[in-house]
Nanobody
Framework: QVQLVESGGGLVQPGGSLRLSCVASGSIFRLNAMGWYRQAPGKQRELVAGITNGGSTNYADSVKGRFTISRDNAKNTVYLQMNSLKPEDTAVYYC???????????WGQGTQVTVSS
């Protein structure tokens, strides 16, 4: 089972930036796409960015052009650089290995991102 530990969240003003990190245990990290998900209060968890083990990326329309996902396979780590943050980006952010709608790891604690002035 993949274990996931997210970090890097915090309180930031609109227009600010944050960089999230996720360390994954297990070889499954290197075999699958990794994604960053977020869940805002009262809303379903959604996939905001994904990256294949070959480095191809995809983004939700709401974050395209502002967020950048990357991965370091040697460190079993996936990153999410978030720029031009908006209040609607406020959520708990999680990472997981995935294929389509299937996720492979146990959800971690997540990291809280709050965008507010």
């Amino acid at each position: 089972q993949v274990q996931l530990v997210e970090s890097g969240g915090g309180l930031v003003q609109p227009g600010g930036s944050l960089r999230l990190s996720c360390v994954a245990s297990g070889s499954i990290f290197r075999l699958n796409a990794m994604g960053w998900y977020r869940q805002a209060p009262g809303k379903q968890r959604e996939l905001v960015a994904g990256i294949t083990n070959g480095g191809s990326t995809n983004y939700a329309d709401s974050v395209k052009g502002r967020f950048t996902i990357s991965r370091d396979n040697a460190k079993n780590t996936v990153y999410l650089q978030m720029n031009s943050l908006k209040p609607e980006d406020t959520a708990v952010y999680y990472c997981n290995a995935y294929s389509g709608r299937i996720t492979f790891g146990s959800w971690g604690q997540g990291t809280q991102v709050t965008v507010s002035s």
